[in-house]
Nanobody
Framework: QVQLVESGGGLVQAGGSLRLSCAASGRTFSACAVGWFRQAPGKEREFVAAISWSGGSTVHADSVKGRFTISRDNVENTVHLQMNSLKPEDTAVYYC???????????????????WGQGTQVTVSS
């Protein structure tokens, strides 16, 4: 099965940038849709961005559109989330998740993702 590990989180000032990475093990990872979700303390998990297994489609939440960009590198078996112009409201634990391979999914739906990483903390100071 697919195993995911997030990295790249940290503490940055408002307006700064971070690049999150999701490293995967599993030969079918390139055929999985991948999503990024975040959860702040005391709040529900929120969709951030996703990319289709074919790599042909991406979706970004309105709250991050124009600031965050999701991409994937199948050679490295990784998915990245480039985060620019960070705001204090972006502070959360960020999780990557993968769908079943070669399966059409609604990219924004958490129920479409059976595989989840452990999360990486992003803290944006004002």
């Amino acid at each position: 099965q697919v195993q995911l590990v997030e990295s790249g989180g940290g503490l940055v000032q408002a307006g700064g940038s971070l690049r999150l990475s999701c490293a995967a093990s599993g030969r079918t990872f390139s055929a999985c849709a991948v999503g990024w979700f975040r959860q702040a303390p005391g709040k529900e998990r929120e969709f951030v961005a996703a990319i289709s297994w074919s790599g042909g489609s991406t979706v970004h939440a309105d709250s991050v559109k124009g600031r965050f960009t999701i991409s994937r590198d199948n050679v490295e078996n990784t998915v990245h989330l480039q985060m620019n112009s960070l705001k204090p409201e972006d502070t959360a634990v960020y999780y990557c998740a993968a769908s079943l391979p070669r399966t059409p999914v609604v990219l924004t739906d958490t129920a479409q993702y059976p595989y989840w990483g452990q999360g990486t903390q992003v803290t944006v100071s004002s």
